[in-house]
């Protein structure tokens, strides 16, 4: 068969392109080689939605990024997952930098961004008191927000896997050509795949697809961040997100609320030329614990961290979106060079490669499409009554499974059973939190595991935390075996 | 809404014997809460022996030994509730449960005893550099996977921590045929017991890198790799100490942390050093009529000890719910200082309380040739000698009524470590 449209990774960006072209009457699919969307770039960074002050004015980044940022709160509400405009600050802490703050306002003016002003000391600390003595002004935008960027990727995969997308997972594309007949062929370690039309959206990767048709080549080079998570005792130590002064290198080290109510130290800016070296380092830790307590007081990281994890920047070297088809490669659409803020615009992003490709293939839009998407459902907020309701109807919802985070039996069959549902520990993870809160799936593994095997058939021991050769427990014991050694 | 006299909340070892020694004081209407689907708590998966030889003079296994206490309760016929997560606690004693057949429901209790016990630091607590991937374990989540489930989470394995079941576990997968490489441990001693050293790593030819910490963890899907490297006196990497281990499994042993989740729920006052409820000699915490015992209160080496102080906080809880709430006509604190890192209890009624009372704590580093002390205001009342004390070994000294009786005028009581 041939695709009308192929998209390459089911990251956010990617996600975000099928759920848009679900609206067209179009053979769509999304080649993923990890074994879950959201499993690059889009699972580590800093979960926030950016009000766009940062992008340079002009630039598709800052126009995407204000657009983004509008669109997050219908979205959000269409797709059922939770998001909240906290509010961000560019803190600044020497009397020196208030200029650069100043122009930070201009730009954030210029591009469009809405309700910015200038906070002076009192009020600043009044409106966060953790932050350290010498804050002495901030600029803050009440536009800036949380999100889970999990359940963001996953709510619109998902979406747009209900109304025809077709996700193939552990299918990772390889290489690609376009034949006389101006048809792509996408070869995967899974065999060939057809499409008249190719979007590029491999993340870290995207330079290595556009180099394989472009004339003009691009360069990605993987900008690591690590993060620290610290437990949820400390989720009202900020309620603002906090950020330094931009630099060339980006936003800095922020500390900020999750939307889940942990709080998030990070990231630093480190480039790195392995697409795939996502480990943190000693002195990546060391620098953001020193950084994130130049802004804020008494900031208890190494006492109160639950987990640190490090993130790859897809960051092109001109710093701006490639989004746009090539001339020289008819049908293959770019959507490259996506980092920060590349969460925020990704609905923004998804809308303009979409537009892109129905212009090339000149679709119809489909009558019965439906953007609305039914969550997880999330008990913790029910009253008594409605939960006893709830066990009633399901009685799994009555068994708590992850015990840090109180999730329950009946939402981790919802995200085993719903469409693209988890196949592993890091899946039920992402939908479900299970396994996200303060011991860190020590409790909670087992029987997760348990639950997978018994609902998909998977054994025991071939689970994987993550898909691939990440298998939890690879074989059974002796006396499982029947005592041979 | 329903009502017990006395909910306690945990049916392990702590909360079996709370249970069974507030039934026996005369109290009827109790409820234990458990959250698994079977009474006993971590002893069931601790198939390995030693416990018990200070309770009943015999070295049983953990599910032996929770067995006998299980018994009690069903000879008394005390309620108990399975696969019952508690929610909520009220600091006036509302106790908000889950399960699939009762749905949410509350309980008024006159008395709570607090029996969560403790969870494991994971790695993400410890900062350790590197990758994510598969193969990570905290020691007593592999223990739970090889003992109960009937898998083996890897074949070649490094331990980084000598806490107990790090130890234990470095034994149990040995039997298993893996090949543990090596224990190692950021301080300069062991945080185990030394029977277990002996017994676990010793006798297998094990090694134990004391002073040593993990700096690199290789292998992006499933471990492939760890590297150790020997600390300073200030706690840090040496540079040109590494040493590569080519592995699939890390396990952790590096701490428990007693389970207050609930306790802070009701208010709950809590120690910045153990991590569990500041209690008085009856282990009754700051909030009236609310009990701790078990490693909810603070960890414990040997649950023999466990037992003991359980059945003091279920006898206490009894005596609450039959005589009322009765103010302390006078309480003293005991001071850690010199050495020891804390006491339980913190403080102790001079008037109210049992005939003796027993004061448990840890000491903050090895001490050979020392000695412990105990003073009565300025006055000393105990002097100890022990050839060696270790974080890793739980000490106790005694406090008599009687005694204490004879030292009227005292505000404070201080227990330190002092030269033999």
Request: proline letters at 4%; hydrophobic letters at 40%.
């Amino acid at each position: 068969m041939i695709y009308d449209c192929i998209i390459i990774g089911a990251g956010v960006s990617g996600s975000a392109t099928a759920r848009e072209l679900s609206k067209y009457d179009l053979n769509v699919c999304v080649l993923e080689k990890g074994e879950d969307v959201c499993s690059g770039t889009s699972k580590a960074n800093s979960a926030i939605v950016h009000a766009g002050f940062d992008a340079a004015e002009g630039s598709l980044m800052a126009k995407l990024n204000v657009e983004g940022n509008e669109m997050m709160g219908q979205l959000a509400e269409d797709l059922d997952i939770p998001f909240e405009r906290n509010g961000s600050l560019v803190v600044c802490i020497h009397e020196s930098e208030k200029g650069g703050l100043q122009d930070l306002y201009n730009r954030g003016v210029a591009n469009g961004v809405k309700d910015l002003r200038i906070v002076e000391r009192e009020e600043l600390h009044q409106m966060e008191p953790n932050l350290a003595e010498a804050a002495c002004a901030a600029l803050y935008a009440p536009t800036g927000g949380i999100i889970c960027p999990f359940m963001l990727n996953i709510a619109m995969a998902e979406n747009a896997n209900v109304n025809g997308v077709d996700f193939f997972f552990n299918t990772e594309a390889e290489d690609l050509h376009r034949d006389e007949d101006g048809i792509w062929h996408i070869r995967t370690n899974n065999g060939e795949y057809k499409t008249r039309t190719v979007v590029n959206a491999a993340g870290v990767y995207s330079d290595v697809f556009h180099n394989m048709v472009a004339d003009k080549k691009i360069h990605i080079t993987p900008r690591r961040g690590d993060y620290c998570l610290l437990d949820k005792e400390m989720g009202s130590f900020a309620k603002h997100t906090i950020f330094p002064q931009p630099t060339k290198m980006g936003k800095g080290i922020l500390v900020s609320p999750t939307i889940h109510g942990n709080l998030i130290v990070g990231p630093t800016a480190v480039d790195i030329e392995d697409k795939e070296a996502t480990a943190t380092t000693a002195d990546g830790i060391n620098d953001l614990i020193e950084k994130a307590g130049m802004h804020v007081d008494n900031l208890p990281v190494r006492r109160k961290v639950i987990t640190s994890f490090a993130g790859l920047r897809a960051h092109e070297d001109n710093h701006e979106f490639v989004i746009g088809e090539l001339k020289e490669a008819p049908g293959f659409v770019d959507c490259a060079g996506i980092e920060s803020p590349g969460l925020t615009s990704s609905p923004a992003i998804g809308e303009m490669v979409a537009d892109i490709v129905a212009g090339i293939l000149k679709p119809s839009k489909k009558a019965n499409w439906d953007g609305k998407r039914k969550g997880i459902l999330n008990p913790s907020g029910m009253s008594i009554e409605e939960r006893n309701e709830l066990i009633k109807k399901n009685p799994a919802y009555g068994q708590i499974i992850c015990r840090c985070e109180s999730i329950s039996e009946g939402e981790i069959l919802d995200a085993i059973h719903r469409p693209l549902g988890a196949r592993s520990l890091d899946g039920v993870k992402r939908r479900t939190r299970a396994g996200m809160g303060r011991c860190q799936a020590g409790f909670c593994s087992p029987r997760v595991m348990e639950i997978i095997n018994r609902e998909l058939g998977i054994p025991v021991e071939k689970i994987t935390k993550s898909g691939g050769k990440s298998v939890i427990a690879p074989e059974l014991s002796k006396n499982r075996k029947g005592g041979e050694l | 809404m329903q009502s017990y006299d006395i909910v306690v909340i945990g049916g392990g070892p702590a909360g079996l014997a709370a249970a069974a020694e507030a039934k026996k004081a005369g109290v009827d209407s109790i409820l234990i809460l458990e959250r698994d689907h079977e009474l006993g708590g971590i002893l069931n998966q601790c198939i390995h022996n030693g416990f018990g030889l200070h309770t009943f003079k015999e070295e049983l296994t953990g599910p032996e030994y929770a067995q006998r206490f299980m018994d009690e309760v069903f000879k008394l016929n005390i309620e108990y509730k399975l696969n019952t997560m508690v929610m909520d606690i009220t600091d006036t004693k509302v106790v908000t449960a889950m399960n699939k057949t009762d749905g949410m429901f509350q309980i008024q209790a006159k008395a709570v005893i607090l029996a969560m016990g403790c969870r494991e630091r994971p790695r993400g607590a410890l900062n350790i550099p590197g990758y994510r991937p598969a193969g990570i374990f905290s020691a007593g989540t592999a223990q739970r996977l090889v003992n109960i489930e009937g898998y083996m989470p890897g074949r070649e394995v490094v331990i980084l921590g000598s806490g107990d079941i790090g130890l234990i576990m470095a034994r149990r997968m040995t039997l298993e045929g893996a090949k543990v490489k090596v224990v190692a441990e950021l301080m300069p001693y062991s945080g185990g017991l030394k029977r277990n050293i002996v017994q676990c790593l010793d006798d297998y030819g094990i090694p134990l890198k004391l002073s040593h910490t993990v700096v690199d963890i290789e292998g992006k899907e499933r471990v492939e790799g760890i590297t150790i490297a020997e600390v300073g006196p200030d706690m840090k990497p040496i540079p040109g100490t590494e040493e590569h281990y080519s592995c699939d499994t890390l396990l952790l042993s590096v701490g428990l942390l007693p389970e207050n989740e609930l306790s802070k729920t009701a208010g709950v006052e809590l120690s910045g050093i153990t991590s569990g409820p500041i209690v008085n000699d009856s282990l009754e915490t700051s909030v009236e009529g609310i009990f701790a015992c078990g490693n909810v209160l603070h960890v414990h080496d040997l649950v023999d000890f466990v037992s003991q102080e359980a059945a003091n906080a279920g006898r206490n809880a009894a005596k609450y719910v039959k005589e009322g709430s009765k103010p302390a006509t006078k309480e003293i604190k005991i001071n850690a200082v010199d050495g020891v890192r804390y006491t339980v209890p913190v403080t102790v009624r001079p008037n109210e309380m049992d005939d003796t009372v027993t004061v448990r704590f840890r000491v903050g580093a090895v001490y050979k040739n020392s000695a412990v002390a105990m003073y009565f205001g300025d006055e000393q009342v105990l002097k100890r000698k022990k050839q060696i004390m270790a974080p890793g070994e739980m000490e106790e000294v005694v406090i008599k009524k009687e005694e204490l009786a004879k030292h009227p005028d005292i505000s404070d009581i201080t227990i330190k470590i002092e030269q033999a």
